[in-house]
Nanobody, 122 residues
Framework: QVHLVESGGGLVQPGGSLTLSCSAS????????MGWYRQTPGKDRELVAT???????NYADSVKGRFTISRGDAKDTVYLQMNSLKPEDTGVYYC????????????????WGQGTLVTVSS
C-alpha cells in the first residue's frame, strides 16, 4: 500500500504565504506525477498544480504566478509554495500520486492523502 501524508495547512491572512508538504511511503516503483488538488464545500475537487517525472508543471489559471509546485530531493515528496493568498484559496488541499507499484502496467497507483485545511481570512 501507498500512503500520502500532507502537512503545512493552517490559517493565514490574505496576502500571506503557506507551504504545503506531501510525503509518500510504501511500495512505489515509479512516479508518473504528483500534484495538489483542493475542495471547498459544495464544489468538486479541482486541480491546483501537478508536476510530472520530467519536472514539467501544470497550474490552474487561478493560481498561476502565485503558487509554485516542486518535487523534493527525495523523489517521493512534493511541495506547494503558496504566495499572495486570497480568501478564495480557502479549502482542503489534497495531495495525489500517480505511478506504479511494480514494473507491471497492471500495478497503477492513484493515491490520495487525507487532506490539509487552508483557511485564508482576516
Amino acid at each position: 500500500q501507498v500512503h500520502l501524508v500532507e502537512s503545512g495547512g493552517g490559517l493565514v491572512q490574505p496576502g500571506g504565504s503557506l507551504t504545503l508538504s506531501c510525503s509518500a511511503s510504501g511500495n512505489i516503483f515509479s512516479i508518473v506525477a504528483m500534484g495538489w488538488y483542493r475542495q471547498t464545500p459544495g464544489k468538486d475537487r479541482e486541480l491546483v498544480a501537478t508536476v510530472n517525472s520530467g519536472h514539467s508543471t501544470n497550474y490552474a489559471d487561478s493560481v498561476k504566478g502565485r503558487f509554485t509546485i516542486s518535487r523534493g530531493d527525495a523523489k517521493d515528496t512534493v511541495y506547494l509554495q503558496m504566495n499572495s493568498l486570497k480568501p478564495e484559496d480557502t479549502g482542503v488541499y489534497y495531495c495525489n500520486l500517480r505511478g506504479y507499484a511494480t514494473s507491471s502496467t497492471y500495478s497503477a497507483l492513484d493515491t490520495w492523502g487525507q487532506g490539509t485545511l487552508v483557511t485564508v481570512s482576516s
